[in-house]
């Protein structure tokens, strides 16, 4: 275990692929235990923690669908009882349909609703009861919060509420030591991002930050690794825009 890791357990949300399970080696090798949630991807989240226990790390997989506030409510009951409590929370599970707001049927809405926002209530609650005291919250947010492209309308309204509850939990906060921010990742080379996007699409988004590229799993999970980890400590309620500056 690495010593200057303040924190011992984090439970990371939708960490079975893409940014998520990047997020999750990084913590693992900044010394972090890692909790691997994953809705479906059983085999994708074993193959990670195996790979995390491979290279000397401690991981746990653990299934729920962020949207069941009893799942939830269990997940945290099953990292209590493997390693004693959570001392950080990474909520990264999310989903992302888009059409334009006029074309976008209730099911558009309301899955995205109930995981990306109502997903993300349900882990806070769940912390703010029970994390450990000097533990970090990071919630993953997204750069479209600012963009407002078109066809973005309900998955940039879920995030932007994610964004706010960051704020205002961060006052709740007041008297454990628990900071909580938000990461907001510009266009990221992940599945989510690509599938369905014709190439010329993609590379025009490439170009559109001034660093000329898209950005990378890594390049998330290294400013979620700041938040979490000792040089973060003074940074409390805040949006951190990782995108390259596109924005």
Request: net charge neutral.
């Given at each position: ?49 195996n790979r995390i226990e ?19 409510a269990r997940m945290f ?102 900071t909580i921010n938000t ?65």
């Amino acid at each position: 275990m690495n010593n200057k890791t303040q924190h011992t357990v984090a439970l990371v949300t939708g960490a079975s692929r893409g940014i998520g399970a990047a997020i999750a080696q990084r913590l693992a090798r900044d010394g972090f235990t890692v909790v691997i949630n994953y809705a479906g991807s059983a085999a994708e989240a074993e193959a990670l923690a195996n790979r995390i226990e491979a290279a000397g790390g401690r991981a746990l997989t653990a299934q729920a669908d962020v949207a069941d506030s009893a799942a939830v409510a269990r997940m945290f009951d099953a990292a209590e009882a493997a390693f004693g409590g959570v001392d950080v929370l990474v909520n990264n599970a999310g989903i992302m349909k888009l059409a334009p707001l006029a074309e976008s049927d209730d099911a558009l809405f309301d899955r995205q609703v109930a995981i990306n926002l109502k997903g993300s209530f349900n882990t806070l609650r769940e912390a703010g009861r029970r994390l450990r005291n000097g533990g970090r919250i990071v919630n993953l947010s997204s750069s479209v919060v600012g963009l407002y492209q078109p066809g973005y309308a309900v998955y940039a309204a879920t995030k932007a509420g994610v964004e706010a509850m960051t704020h205002v939990m961060a006052k709740e906060l007041r008297g454990r030591n628990i900071t909580i921010n938000t990461v907001a990742p510009g266009p990221t080379a992940t599945a989510l991002f690509l599938d369905g996007k014709p190439q010329e699409v993609v590379e025009r988004l490439a170009k559109l930050a001034p660093l000329e590229r898209l950005g990378q799993p890594e390049d998330i999970a290294a400013a979620v690794a700041f938040l979490a980890g000792p040089d973060g400590a003074w940074i409390n309620g805040q949006t951190l825009r990782a995108n390259g500056g596109i924005i």
